[in-house]
């Protein structure tokens, strides 16, 4: 959500998320209070990569 989104550009950076219940779990948490804490912090851009990612 911090990401500055290219649609026209192939998308180099995938998050895996390991099976359909790791997916259902995540979905099921209450996002309000954590998007207003994404609010507030700086823009990523679109090839930047955050301490601790790695390509692969």
């Known amino acids: 959500m911090r990401t500055l989104y290219k649609i ?3 998308q180099q950076t995938y998050f895996v998320i390991d099976d359909m ?3 259902l779990n995540l979905a099921d948490a209450d996002f309000a209070p954590l998007y207003e804490q994404l609010r507030q912090l700086p823009t990523i851009g679109a090839k930047e990569l955050l301490p601790g990612e790695q390509l692969i």
């Open 21 to 23: 219940p790791h997916l």
């Open 8 to 10: 026209d550009t192939y």
